[in-house]
């Protein structure tokens, strides 16, 4: 298996994928909540993971209406073969998944270095039930509206229907977006690569979304503050001779609301507190940028 290949390997099978695999174990730890079934490999002497998006099962590829999965599409099309070398993307290799008689063909394998021992610690307690987080959406919007209704008044009608914010951030720069920027998913290797885990949901975005996204599922684990990271990705940004002044405040508000929209549900189970009210003073800032 090439690290870098210059074109993406095809494989016809997961079984052509793995040919050759001396060890095949099941893979239980992980901080994942979507579904997926991983399970630790050994070809030709070197360790990998092989991780099933089974339609199935993951209730993500449901959600977001790529039923191959979006990974094997990113493959298929050299995206993920042509990022910056300041990434360590571990898949190696894609294929489709078969029907097995009982269930629906659908979803893909991916074929991936084993990078854990770069990976961000996963320290929170065992989920259990993969259906977990469908259940807490459910119960967190109506409690959004209770706990922070002027937040709510702005968020929700976007949830039902998010056209005008697409609209809105349609006349700001885009870029490949990875759109899943939690820290389980992340590392540093050896050469100070930085290691990204779960491209089941990449595409073209406003760069600034998995910013807001980061913001908002790492709240609890950031090691700065809120403003002083988005400071440092801006910087980040002008140091790589991108000039952010024509768009950044825009962009910034309108994901900095996407955000919201997307994780108002979980910042309202925990009631009104100092997180929950930073979140909606930038969506009272950006609403009226919808109009």
């Not at 720069?173 to 939690?182: A, C, E, G, Q, R």
């Not at 990204?196 to 998995?210: C, K, T």
């Not at 790589?240 to 825009?250: A, F, H, K, L, N």
Request: hydrophobic fraction near 45%; proline fraction near 8%; aromatic fraction near 6%.
């Amino acid at each position: 298996m090439p690290d870098s290949p210059a074109v993406s390997p095809r494989f016809a099978s997961v079984a052509e994928l793995i040919a050759g695999a001396t060890e095949r174990t099941g893979l239980d730890e992980g901080a994942g909540k979507s579904g997926a079934r991983l399970e630790r490999l050994v070809i030709g002497g070197q360790p990998y993971v092989l991780k099933h998006l089974d339609l199935a099962e993951d209730w993500t590829m449901r959600a977001s209406g790529c039923l191959r999965g979006a990974p094997l599409l990113a493959w298929e099309r050299g995206i993920l073969t042509r990022l910056p070398e300041c990434f360590n993307q571990p898949i190696v290799g894609v294929a489709p998944e078969a029907g097995d008689g009982q269930r629906p063909s659908g979803g893909c394998a991916l074929l991936m270095r084993d990078v854990s021992r770069w990976l961000v610690p996963v320290t929170d307690e065992p989920v259990g039930s993969a259906h977990l987080v469908p259940r807490l959406v459910g119960e967190g919007w109506p409690r959004l509206a209770e706990v922070a209704p002027v937040a709510a008044a702005i968020v929700i009608p976007l949830a039902r229907d998010p056209g005008p914010l697409v609209e809105a951030m349609d006349g700001t720069p885009h870029t490949f977006v990875h759109s899943n920027w939690k820290l389980d998913n992340l590392g540093t290797d050896d050469q100070g690569r930085t290691v990204v885990l779960d491209w089941e949901q990449p595409g073209r975005g406003a760069a600034l979304s998995d910013l807001a996204w980061y913001l908002a599922i790492n709240c609890r684990r950031l090691p700065q503050g809120k403003e002083d990271a988005i400071a440092a990705y801006r910087r980040a940004l002008e140091d790589c001779g991108i000039s952010t002044e024509p768009w950044w405040d825009r962009q910034l508000a309108l994901c900095l609301l996407g955000a919201l929209v997307q994780f108002g549900w979980e910042k309202a189970l925990g009631g009104y507190d100092e997180e929950l009210a930073w979140w909606e003073t930038q969506a009272v800032r950006a609403a009226p940028l919808l109009a």
